[in-house]
């Protein structure tokens, strides 16, 4: 369901950054293909939909609640998972569309174990500097920013962030 609504907000900010034709691609066979499909003004505009859970732990303490303190470094697992997330969206774009010259977006959707944003702020701070050490190159990161009871728009040198 939550991939669902994550496609939902790819397609918007498609829309939002003045696509047409917007579609979803459909896998055949198991192929590996983005999400979306669409125009931008005559140039074609791939789109890969990507979440990034919670972590284990959190879901284990989730289950069974207690007082815990938050941390305030995102650990080494958000960053493997982040990196994995992206590496396997460049897959797909090359299986599906071979040195055309198409836009690439990868949006992403990060739930971070913050449930309530409290450390949204630093946690975005920190992606950031990852991508400045750690560049991205020929493709367009979009991080969507859910609003939560301590919501602040943000912003990144190394992405669109959209809040």
Known sequence: MFDILNQ??????????GCSRIRFIS??????????????ESSRVLCEVKTINISQEEVYAREKPKVRSRAIQLGDGFFKKLQSDIDKAKNQFDAY??????????YINPCFDD?????KVAYFQQIDEYFLENPVQGIELVFHNDRTPFHKDLHMKTATVVN
């Not at 449930?115 to 450390?119: N, P, Q, W």
């Open 27 to 40: 896998r055949i066979n198991g192929s590996q293909t983005p999400d979306l499909e669409a125009t931008l």
């Open 8 to 17: 939902a907000r790819a397609y918007n900010y498609l829309k939002d950054i």
């Open 97 to 106: 569309d071979q040195g055309s010259g198409a836009r690439r977006i990868v």
């Open 115 to 119: 449930f309530l944003g409290e450390m």
